[in-house]
Each structure stands twice: as structure tokens, then as C-alpha cells.
């Protein structure tokens, strides 16, 4: 609902961000926190993420990437919906400038571990540690990370750099 989003720009008022969405409700959102919190380092495009890296950013454009729980279609026949797919995640590493990041956060394991291969396997991108990264400060735990954590569940943060 854009209060990651808000929280972070807030954080760094140094960077401009650019918030891709395209659930109303949560672009709707950020809106109001944006005018609430008076920010003036965020733009809202609400539209598909892919078609936005692909046609909206140059390469070398981003000094970092942002994708917390992506949806991870658990069944196995619909995992060809997930986001993080060998060719977006080369689209969006040609975007991002040299010594730049991804960060994805999940709190599906399996999905996780997709991810960490993906990201292993793409060439312009290189783990920042052995394998899972541990939450860095400006990340705040999201409402539906505190419940999952209390039932149990893990979250899993991947960071790359641009190599
Ligand atoms: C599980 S929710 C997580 C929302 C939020 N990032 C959080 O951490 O609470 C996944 C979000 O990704 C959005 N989404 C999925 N595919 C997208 C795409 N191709 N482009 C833009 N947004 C997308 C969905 O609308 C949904 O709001």
C-alpha cells in the first residue's frame, strides 16, 4: 500500500524513486502518503513493471532496484507468471548503472530460492554475499512480514550488485 515506498524515500531524500504499480489501491495509497508527508522524491507510474523497465528506462538509468514480495504464484502451473523471470531480471540488471543494486525480498522459500538461482545466473549481476543477505536497516518489515514472522514464516533478502 506504498508505506515501504514512503518510509524509504523519506529515509533518503537524496534519491529520486519510482514507485510500479498497478493495483489502484495501493498506488492510491502512496499518493496519500506522499501528499500527507509532503515527499518530493517520488513518482508513481501506475502501469506493468515489465513494460515500464523495458520502454520508460535507459540502460544504466537506476543505482538501484527494489522488489519486495513479489507475488509468488505457488502453484506450479502458474509460475510462468512470476515477475522474476531470466529475462526481466536481464532487462532490469541493464538498467541498473555499474555498482548498482537489486534487492528482492520473499517470504516464499521456494520462490526465494528461484530467485537466488536467477539472479546467480545472470551474468551482468554479482551476489553481495554467499546467498541470502541479511535485512538491511532501511528495509522496514511490512505489516504482513510481522504476521508471517510470528507464525513462523522466513523472509529472504537477495542483493546484487551490478557488475
Ligand atoms: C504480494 S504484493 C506485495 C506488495 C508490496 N510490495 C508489499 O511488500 O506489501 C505483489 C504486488 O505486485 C504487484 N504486481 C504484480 N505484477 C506486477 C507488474 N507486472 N507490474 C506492476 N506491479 C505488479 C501486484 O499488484 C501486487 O500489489
Redesign the pocket.
Known amino acids: 500500500m506504498g508505506d515501504?515506498t514512503a518510509a524509504i524515500a523519506a529515509m533518503f531524500p537524496q534519491y529520486d524513486f519510482l514507485a510500479?504499480?498497478?493495483?489502484a489501491p495501493?498506488v492510491g495509497g502512496l499518493l496519500k502518503l506522499i501528499e500527507k508527508q509532503k515527499l518530493q522524491n517520488i513518482r508513481v507510474v501506475r502501469h506493468?513493471?515489465?513494460e515500464v523497465v523495458e520502454h520508460m528506462i535507459a540502460p544504466g538509468a537506476l543505482a538501484g532496484v527494489h522488489v519486495?514480495?513479489?507475488?509468488p504464484w505457488p502453484k506450479k502451473r502458474h509460475h510462468k507468471r512470476r515477475?522474476l523471470q531470466p529475462a526481466f531480471v536481464h532487462a532490469l540488471a541493464q538498467r541498473i548503472q555499474s555498482g548498482g543494486y537489486i534487492h528482492v525480498a520473499t517470504d516464499w522459500q521456494e520462490y526465494a530460492t528461484v530467485i537466488l538461482e536467477t539472479l546467480r545466473a545472470e551474468p551482468l549481476l554479482a551476489n553481495t554475499v554467499a546467498d541470502y543477505a541479511p535485512r538491511p536497516a532501511y528495509r522496514p518489515t511490512?505489516k504482513?512480514e510481522r504476521r508471517g514472522l510470528a507464525r513462523g514464516h522466513g523472509v529472504w533478502d537477495v542483493i546484487f550488485r551490478r557488475r
Open positions: 515501504t510500479v504499480e498497478v493495483h495501493g506493468d513493471a515489465v519486495f514480495f513479489p507475488d515477475l511490512t504482513f
